[in-house]
């Protein structure tokens, strides 16, 4: 089992920051990657980005290359998404997720651990 806690959610104003954390904990050993998710209301769960962990491979979702970054500290069990520049459309439930299969997928359903969310707000 693994267990995930988000943290670092909020309101912030367009153009502005906000860094997301995730606390792994548990049966770390067998996680291969980690996921960060998005959900807004009256859409589907997207993919943000993912990292493997032993690696720290990478992989954005286009709309958020170049203001994203996915990050892990294997020390401390966590994963991070720290954001830049935000938009209004970025508003949405963030969940991180955690996979135990290679390779990491963009689909939700190949993820086998997740956390509550944290609720990010982009007023414009």
């Known amino acids: 089992q693994v267990q995930l806690v988000e943290s670092g959610g909020g309101l912030v104003q367009a153009g502005g920051s906000l860094r997301l954390s995730c606390a792994v904990s548990?049966?770390?050993?067998?996680?291969?990657?980690m996921g960060w998710f998005r959900q807004a209301p009256g859409k589907e769960r997207e993919i943000v980005a993912t990292?493997?962990?032993?690696?720290?491979?990478?992989y954005y979702v286009d709309s958020v290359k170049d203001r994203f970054t996915i990050s892990r500290d294997l020390a401390k069990n966590m994963v991070d998404l720290q954001m830049h520049s935000l938009k209004p459309e970025d508003t949405a439930v963030y969940y991180c997720?955690?996979?135990?299969?290679?390779?990491?997928?963009?689909?939700?359903?190949?993820?086998?651990?997740w956390g509550q969310g944290t609720q990010v707000t982009v007023s414009s």
């Open positions: 997720a955690a996979g135990s299969r290679p390779p990491l997928s963009m689909a939700p359903s190949s993820y086998d651990y």
């Open positions: 548990g049966s770390t050993f067998s996680t291969y990657g």
């Open positions: 990292i493997t962990w032993r690696n720290a491979r990478t």
